[in-house]
């Protein structure tokens, strides 16, 4: 069993910053792509569905981002430590969500397993 735990959200005004982290641990073999993802607050849904992609990062560094954070938004990782992090600068009212990390694992049991981690409220206040 593989679980995510995210840390590093707040409420921050328009145009600050905040670093979210988000930490894997339990029966991992190894962690290949591993992402944030946002929803705004007070949708409800199933887990996975209509979350917006907001950047992602393969164990070799490869990076991706929506177009909307694209320049303020950085994601890195520490694979040693089974990590990403995702710095977002500029922050606007409208990033205003909950985040969500999520990450392609292959457990020791040779199963590879799909996990999201619990989310993290951020607050851009205008």
């Known amino acids: 069993q593989v679980q995510l735990v995210e840390s590093g959200g707040g409420m921050v005004q328009s145009g600050g910053s905040l670093k979210l982290s988000c930490a894997a641990s339990?029966?991992?073999?190894?962690?290949?792509?591993m992402g944030w993802y946002r929803q705004a607050p007070g949708y409800r849904q199933a887990p996975g569905k209509q979350?917006?992609?907001?950047?992602?990062?393969?164990?070799?560094?490869?990076?991706n981002y929506t177009d909307s954070v694209k320049g303020r938004f950085t994601i890195s990782r520490d694979n040693a430590k089974n990590t990403v992090y995702l710095q977002m600068n500029s922050l606007k009212p409208e990033d205003t969500a909950v985040y969500y990390c999520?990450?392609?694992?292959?457990?020791?049991?040779?199963?590879?397993?799909?996990?999201w981690g619990q989310g993290t409220l951020v607050t851009v206040s205008s």
């Open positions: 999520h990450a392609d694992a292959y457990t020791i049991a040779r199963a590879y397993v799909g996990v």
């Open positions: 339990g029966y991992i073999f190894s962690i290949n792509a």
């Open positions: 979350r917006e992609l907001v950047a992602t990062i393969t164990s070799v560094g490869t990076t």
